[in-house]
């Protein structure tokens, strides 16, 4: 029996998000650059969460579940400097952002009672983090020589 030495990861495994980034793409944000992103995405997308709690109370809960999504991966990732219970990888941090982002994208497509202009604001919250890990270099690069 042959084997594939390969090692093609399966459709519904976590390394399979990876091929959703083709190999070729320019990942110019840095592990540190993209912690910081993320230190400061959180207090801003839970603000905006807040104002949007009066305007429209469903995307203000799906804007808050990103947040809370957002920050709690955040947390749990061995970033340089690392999160305060780092257990996951960087590259385990990009790919829960490959797979949740869309999946949030949809839920917020189909949630009904959100009108058009807040809608965009919700969709939004969803794209940023797709660009954002397909830019994301799971690899710090070294220091410049001495």
């Given at each position: 029996m042959a084997t594939n030495s390969s090692r093609q990861p399966a459709a519904g495994s976590w390394l399979a998000a990876e091929r959703l980034v083709p190999p070729h793409w320019p990942r110019p944000v840095s592990p540190r650059a993209h912690a910081y992103f993320d230190l400061l995405a959180f207090p801003a997308i839970m603000s905006l969460a807040a104002w949007m709690w009066p305007r429209n109370r469903k995307a203000a809960l799906l804007i808050a579940a990103n947040g809370l999504l957002e920050?709690?991966?955040?947390?749990?990732?061995?970033?340089?400097?690392?999160?305060?219970?780092?257990?996951?990888?960087?590259r385990q941090h990009i790919r829960i952002g490959l797979l949740g982002a869309p999946l949030y994208l949809l839920v917020?497509?189909?949630?009904?009672?959100?009108?058009?202009?807040?809608?965009?604001?919700?969709?939004?919250?969803?794209?940023?983090p797709i660009v954002l890990n397909s830019l994301s270099n799971p690899v710090e690069p070294a220091p410049a020589g001495r």
């Open positions: 920050g709690t991966t955040a947390a749990f990732t061995n970033f340089p400097p690392p999160g305060p219970f780092p257990r996951l990888s960087f917020g497509s189909l949630v009904p009672g959100i009108p058009g202009p807040r809608r965009a604001v919700v969709l939004g919250l969803g794209v940023l």
